[in-house]
């Protein structure tokens, strides 16, 4: 089965006079994988709420599908969802879990065991469907609430941070995990998250939000190779992308201090971004001093200071010697800068 699409027509909230959600107009893809990413705050759950029906919109509309839903109540719209925080009940096993609102809906037996179990391998908790949620681990609890969502067979999957309460590790297998799913069941799913790696790793397309306004939605390559504004290539990349006031004139881009960091046709004042790991280090450019090293194995992560008193990030291949107080002298090669507006952030499109 292949999810329904999701279409946001100027979806507009605020609570009280504070604006959350800005008129956000997008179409979330039949059966995609989208990401709503943004820093805390920015409006993801809100956006996320109001799919689902837990918050009402102020003004717009919201489709999916055909059918018009911002004014029909959550068990209407065909939508399942997976909070951070699982809330699974304590005091049924993970089949009671599993298959409660499938009983709710009365689903009656044994096609509703069927459907808990199938649900239940889809997620690998077969064999453990008799314990309570208080015998589980943090990861089996998730895979719970996930099989929870799913056994209802929804059209649309809703995901709130799912995995911000999981450790480093399981976060990573949850990452696999969710992905096959994706691709087994085919709903189309939303999740929401702070974490770029989640983003980048999981979505077809990803939605980047900051005070409540869409800044890019777009697939994750373009994201990182073609940032529509310096918010966005600042938020994406670890550690992320350099950002410097430059004014571009006779074929070159300078600092303030006269000293030229690259060639480019720009002329007048933009923000020049350039990611750490295109940075490169040899002969010839302009000096930098090194401040702070760190080996990190699969290469080094240095700051640098420019003339001007601008700090730098470079990541280079391991293996170069590098002291604080060392004086380098730095290349940023042409065809990997940004050029953005200092004024909007927007993304300048260079001759
Ligand atoms: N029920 C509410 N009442 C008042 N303000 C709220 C409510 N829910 C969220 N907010 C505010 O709306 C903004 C966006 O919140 P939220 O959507 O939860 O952000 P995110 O999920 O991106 O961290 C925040 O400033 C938050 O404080
Ligand atoms: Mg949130």
Redo the contacts with the bound molecule.
């Keep these: 089965m292949r999810g329904d699409a999701i279409h946001l027509d100027a979806v507009t909230k605020s609570?009280?006079a504070?604006p959350?959600i800005d008129a956000i107009t997008a179409t979330l893809g039949g059966g995609e994988f989208t990401v709503i990413l943004?820093?805390?705050?920015?409006?993801?759950?809100?956006?996320l709420n109001m799919i689902a029906g837990l918050e009402r919109l102020n003004s717009g509309k919201i489709r999916i599908g055909v059918r018009e839903v911002q004014d029909l109540p959550p068990k209407d719209r065909g939508c399942a969802m997976v909070f951070q925080n699982y809330a699974l009940y304590p005091h049924m096993t993970v089949e009671g879990n599993i298959g409660y609102a499938l009983k709710v809906a009365g689903v009656r037996q044994p096609e509703r065991s069927r459907r808990v179990a199938e649900a239940a391998r889809v997620v690998e908790l077969g064999g453990l469907l008799d314990r309570r949620p208080s015998e589980l681990s943090g990861g089996q609890r998730q895979r719970v609430a996930i099989a929870r969502a799913i056994v209802r067979e929804p059209r649309v999957l809703l995901f709130?941070e799912p995995l911000s309460n999981l450790d480093a590790k399981l976060r990573h297998g949850m990452r696999m995990e969710l992905s096959q799913l994706h691709r087994t069941i085919g709903a189309t799913t939303v999740f929401?998250t702070?974490d770029q790696v989640e983003a980048m790793t999981l979505a077809d397309k990803v939605m980047i939000?900051n005070k409540?306004r869409i800044e890019q939605f777009d697939t994750p390559h373009a994201i990182y190779y073609r940032p529509a504004s310096s918010f966005v290539a600042g938020f994406i990349g670890a550690p992320p992308m350099n950002l410097l006031p430059v004014t571009g004139g006779g074929g070159v881009l300078r600092l303030d201090d006269g000293t030229e960091l690259a060639r480019n046709p720009h002329e007048g004042p933009a923000i020049l971004g350039i990611r750490p790991e295109k940075i490169s280090i040899g002969d010839k450019g302009f000096a930098a001093r090194v401040v702070y090293r760190e080996d990190l194995g699969s290469h080094t992560a240095i700051v640098a200071r420019l003339s001007g008193g601008q700090e730098v990030q470079v990541a280079t291949p391991i293996g170069m010697h590098l002291d604080p107080a060392d004086t380098i002298t730095f290349d940023f090669p042409q065809d990997h800068l940004h050029l953005f507006d200092p004024a909007t952030g927007l993304r300048l499109e260079t001759p």
């Design positions: 609570f009280g504070t959350v943004g820093p805390s705050g920015c409006g993801k759950s809100t956006l709130d929401v702070h939000l409540g």
